[in-house]
Each structure stands twice: as structure tokens, then as C-alpha cells.
């Protein structure tokens, strides 16, 4: 991939993390949506971002969800590799938020906003 089509393939991921950025901290807002949304889409948005920095760079990563892997790939200078946001509690809503019910309790609201305040540190430490 070509310098300038990396760039513009990182801009899509990182559109696509601010989009579900945003949404997550619409559902971490309003009483109407469930919590457990909030932590997904908070995930969600971690793991572009810091994919659209791995598409930027030219790195090859691997398709999971798992922002807390992830963040380890970029060279050591990167701030994604210093942030403070718990990526591995993040890395979990991938599926504890998705799937049908476990013997984990459901996330609490508590819960949410500390995935959206980490998400948008990462989100932040990419743009």
C-alpha cells in the first residue's frame, strides 16, 4: 500500500472510531440504552483507533478484538504504547457486552463511562 493510501485508509478507521466513540457516549448518557452498549461500542472504538494507527504505519496486524494486544504493535514512541487506559478490561466488552449472557454480571453505568474515558484516551492518543 502505497504512503498516501495508507494515510487515507487510517482516516477511514479513525472515522470509524470517532463515529463509535461518539455513539458511546450518547448510550453512556441516556438511561435508555443499556450499559453493556456503551462498554461495546467504547471497545469498538479503542480497537479502530489504534487499528487506523497500525493501517498508517503499514503494520500488519491481526483481526481481533482486543485493543490491549493491539496497542503493543506500534514502535515503542507511539503514545498508544504509554496511554493509561485499562485495555485489557476494554479488550473484555468485546464479547462479555455482546453475546448472550454469563455468569459475569452485567456492566454497570460505573462500568461504562470508565470504558468510554479510556476509549477516548486511546481514541486521543491516535489523533
Request: charge should be negative.
Amino acid at each position: 500500500m502505497s504512503g498516501s493510501d495508507a494515510r487515507e485508509e487510517a482516516a477511514r478507521w479513525l472515522r470509524y472510531a470517532a463515529e463509535d466513540l461518539a455513539a458511546a457516549e450518547v448510550a453512556v448518557r441516556e438511561a435508555a440504552f443499556a450499559p453493556r452498549r456503551a462498554c461495546w461500542l467504547a471497545q469498538q472504538a479503542a480497537e479502530k483507533a489504534i487499528k487506523a494507527a497500525l493501517v498508517f504505519l503499514q503494520v500488519d496486524f491481526p483481526w481481533v478484538h482486543d485493543p490491549d494486544a493491539l496497542r503493543r504493535l506500534p514502535p515503542e514512541d507511539w503514545r498508544t504504547r504509554r496511554d493509561d487506559a485499562d485495555l485489557a478490561e476494554l479488550s473484555e466488552w468485546a464479547v462479555e457486552a455482546r453475546y448472550s449472557p454469563s455468569s459475569a454480571p452485567d456492566p454497570s453505568t460505573d462500568d461504562a463511562r470508565k470504558a468510554v474515558d479510556g476509549s477516548r484516551l486511546v481514541y486521543a492518543s491516535v489523533a
